[in-house]
């Protein structure tokens, strides 16, 4: 995403004329040119005529619609609905938005620094930043918000309540709150500071050689937040380096290109851009001396690596960098800029489509071509271009960034999915934090065999269930069998297997123990360590990290799959 505003131009678009034929009558070839001079008036001729109908229909729908209408909500909506028919990156931002528009380019905002949702029908503290009011007042992860400034907020949603803890910094915010356990509600007086939500919100040593730098935005400062990290880790001894770029979604352009930086020389082609308006096809250099452009690096990605994270990792692919490990990327290869409207509000529209150094632009989806439905289609991979990156590796444009070693995350196994999605992990977590005050080193924390027992012991009775795929492969089989009129020739068959296979949520306790008690470790150092203690104990459970590593340990392996002969 570029955030910079378009210089200031009415100019029409330029449309080559094409030469007419040379024909007898050169009146026809006149005529021909007359046309297409009389093309950019047509244009605007339409533009104004649509203009006055929709301010003509607005006026008599305001005058006559049966009900009161309001006019900003029928408008936005009108807008909003015209924009959608572009793509899902083009918007309007009214006036009483520009705050959170502000808050999500820049990561800065004035707040108390927590990250409130609704749990159970219960506005709750999911987060808190180390550091800020909320932690420091010792609000923890788990607690209901009942009042803002002695506003009721049970009833409101977490969008609703940040606008009412934001404001000015200095000013004061008092919150109700109930803690799980207490029947007594308390209240907290904080007083609001501005908050800088950190891009790299983790960075540290995983072994004695290999420094982590977990990205997660590309907001104000992103470049020079990695490259304060990257520094840090060499200063302890890194020798080679994991850049976490996985459910980043991207953000400002030219931090892409200032982290491409630290790794690779000055004056080297980052990213061009190219777009209708000739003054936004444009190429970004490196303009800095890079931090180190030798140490190893592992970049890892998955399907929610967009943007500007697909900048970072095709420009590292593309000059054999560094190796990509996860999954294909997002696909996002459009950039996006502000335009200022009337009465402070904003339009964000499409500008530029982003290519990388070998040439390919990794758009996935063609918001100019739609279904029969209006669906926005997808590039198929058989029309994907070939690219080759510096040493001659075979890339290809038009679906993300594919990675040189796929390795799938982890799926959850059905008893998990319900644990996490019914709160029951989240919950224990908050009852184990209350019960314990503090807890040992990410590194020597660990839930043992009478932990466990006490988690498989709350947890019986509470509301959950789920349906695995031998029980949902079963019941298939089940229905085609009634379809195909096999059912009573395979009746005893099916409900003896569907005797075994039942599944029993005490067996399932016990034989996924190990996954159930990653995430039970994860939730509850949460709540002494914050986001921190997720990301330190996901690291001995997290394959494509743990695959990073095992590149970046074997010198001969990593520059193989560089030169594109092993992987």
């Not at 009146?27 to 003509?56: C, Q, V, W």
């Amino acid at each position: 995403m570029q955030i910079n505003p378009i210089p200031e131009t009415n100019r029409p678009l330029k449309t080559p004329l094409r030469r007419p034929l040379l024909l007898a009558a050169g009146s026809i070839a006149l005529l021909g040119l007359g046309l297409m001079a009389a093309r950019p008036a047509e244009r605007y001729f339409d533009i104004a005529k649509n203009l006055d109908i929709f301010a003509t229909l607005y006026k008599e729908v305001n005058t006559y619609y049966v009900d009161e209408v309001n006019p900003n909500t029928l408008m936005k909506e009108g807008i909003d609905k015209m924009l959608e028919s572009l793509d899902p990156y083009t918007n309007y931002i009214p006036e009483d938005e520009i705050e959170d528009f502000r808050t999500m380019t820049t990561g800065q905002y004035a707040g108390i620094g927590s990250i409130i949702g609704r749990r159970k029908e219960r506005p709750t503290v999911l987060m808190n930043y180390d550091g800020y009011p909320a932690q420091k007042a010792g609000i923890l992860i788990g607690d209901e918000v009942l009042e803002v400034d002695g506003i009721d907020v049970a009833k409101r949603g977490g969008v609703d309540i940040s606008k009412l803890l934001k404001g000015q910094a200095g000013t004061k915010v008092k919150l109700k709150l109930r803690r799980p356990g207490k029947e007594t509600p308390f209240v907290v007086d904080l007083t609001r500071e501005r908050i800088k939500i950190n891009n790299v919100p983790y960075h540290g040593m995983i072994g004695a050689d290999i420094g982590y730098i977990q990205l997660k935005d590309f907001n104000q400062d992103a470049g020079r937040d990695v490259k304060k990290a990257l520094v840090d880790l060499k200063e302890k001894g890194a020798k080679s380096i994991v850049l976490d770029l996985r459910d980043n979604p991207g953000g400002l352009l030219h931090e892409a290109v200032n982290i491409c930086n630290l790794f690779l020389p000055k004056d080297l082609e980052m990213v061009s851009t190219k777009g209708k308006v000739s003054d936004w096809n444009k190429q970004y250099r490196s303009l800095s001396a890079p931090v180190d452009t030798a140490i190893p690096v592992a970049v890892l990605v998955n399907n929610y690596s967009a943007s500007a994270s697909e900048i970072v990792s095709g420009v590292m692919q593309d000059y054999d960098r560094g190796v990509l490990i996860g999954i294909r990327t997002y696909g996002k290869g459009l950039v996006q800029t502000t335009r200022p409207l009337s009465y402070n509000s904003t339009l964000k529209v499409t500008t530029a489509k982003y290519y990388i150094p070998s040439g390919r632009c990794i758009q996935s989806i063609d918001y100019s071509r739609r279904s029969s439905e209006g669906k926005a289609l997808t590039i198929a991979d058989s029309a994907r271009a070939a690219f080759k990156t510096r040493r001659g590796r075979p890339v290809y444009d038009g679906g993300g960034v594919s990675p040189d070693m796929e390795v799938k995350p982890p799926t959850l196994t059905p008893i998990a999915q319900s644990l996490v999605a019914k709160g029951l992990i989240f919950d224990y977590a908050t009852e184990y934090r209350l019960a314990h005050p503090t807890a040992p080193a990410v590194d020597k924390f660990g839930i043992d065999d009478a932990e466990y027992a006490r988690f498989v012991k709350w947890v019986s009775g509470k509301d959950y269930d789920y349906t695995t795929k031998v029980e949902t492969t079963l019941s298939d089989l089940e229905e085609t069998a009634k379809k195909e009129n096999y059912y009573a020739d395979i009746k005893d068959q099916i409900e003896s297997l569907r005797r075994k296979m039942t599944h029993n949520k005490d067996q399932d306790l016990a034989k996924n123990r190990t996954e159930i008690t990653e995430l039970l470790e994860q939730e509850i150092l949460s709540r002494y360590y914050l986001e921190r203690g997720i990301k330190e104990a996901s690291f001995d459970s997290d394959p494509q990290l743990l695959e990073a590593l095992a590149v970046l340990r074997s010198p001969a392996r990593y520059q193989g799959i560089l030169a594109g002969k092993s992987k």
